[in-house]
């Protein structure tokens, strides 16, 4: 069994920067993807950004591409999303999952995170 703990919510200002991370721990697939995924309240949740095992493909949402960054560090078994220029429509639930490939189907993945809250307002 996977668990998954979002750390570096918070709150920012529009234009400001934050990072999230997910540090992954107990039994996985010896290589696996990992992706965020986010809800805003009344929203349905959806896809942010994924990375492969080995980081080389990425896949972000229109909504964030060059305002995020995904990245991981396998010897630590966390990934991070770093977050500039950030908006107020960026404030979620920011979830972390982990899936066999990079996908932006949120049913791929088979283990989640238990959410950490991002809030952008001045």
């Known amino acids: 069994q996977v668990q998954l703990v979002e750390s570096g919510g918070g709150l920012a200002q529009p234009g400001g920067s934050l990072r999230v991370s997910c540090a992954a721990s107990g039994r996985t697939f010896s290589s696996y993807a990992m992706g965020w995924f986010r809800q805003a309240p009344e929203k349905e949740r959806e896809f942010v950004a994924a990375?492969?095992?080995?980081?080389?493909?990425?896949a972000y949402a229109d909504s964030v591409k060059n305002r995020f960054t995904i990245f991981r560090d396998n010897a630590k078994n966390t990934m991070y999303l770093q977050m500039n220029s950030l908006k107020p429509e960026d404030t979620a639930v920011y979830y972390c999952?982990?899936?066999?490939?990079?996908?932006?189907?949120?049913?791929?993945?088979?283990?989640w995170g238990q959410g950490t809250q991002v809030t952008v307002s001045s």
């Open positions: 990375i492969s095992w080995t980081g080389t493909s990425t």
């Open positions: 999952a982990v899936g066999a490939v990079v996908t932006v189907v949120p049913t791929m993945y088979y283990a």
